[in-house]
């Protein structure tokens, strides 16, 4: 979604909320009964959390971005991109659907759910 035309319109409810997907711009402080979270392969396990830059698209503060700082301070932009996925993951009031990209991430989250 364009933060500058779309979000205004649907965070006042005046878009048809199942017309477009948001990004964790768009669902800060919205709730809904069931959410989906594609994990992208921004995120990914190998033995620890990594974040990879490359597979980043989120390009919104240009040379500020998550994209940018994963590259100069890959600490600081895994704390971010570890809470942007809590943020997805805690809209849904009854549950979230998630999709991974990344086959090996998707087995160790699965791994952390059975306990």
């Known amino acids: 979604m ?5 979000y205004p319109v649907y ?13 964790v711009y768009g ?7 069931y959410v989906g979270v594609v994990w992208g392969r921004d995120l990914i396990w190998r033995g ?10 989120d390009y919104i503060g240009n040379r500020y971005s998550l994209r940018s700082l994963a590259k100069v301070d890959p600490k600081k932009a895994l704390k971010l991109l570890k809470n942007r996925y ?6 849904g009031t009854k549950g979230a659907y998630v999709f991974f990209e990344d ?7 699965e791994g952390l759910m059975r306990g």
């Open 2 to 6: 364009d933060e500058k035309a779309e």
């Open 86 to 91: 809590l943020i997805l993951l805690t809209r």
């Open 27 to 33: 669902a800060q402080g919205f709730e809904a009964e």
């Open 48 to 57: 620890e959390w990594i974040v990879n830059p490359d597979a980043i698209t």
């Open 11 to 23: 965070w006042m409810g005046r878009m048809d909320p199942l017309s477009r997907c948001a990004s």
């Open 103 to 109: 086959r090996e991430t998707k087995e160790h989250v």
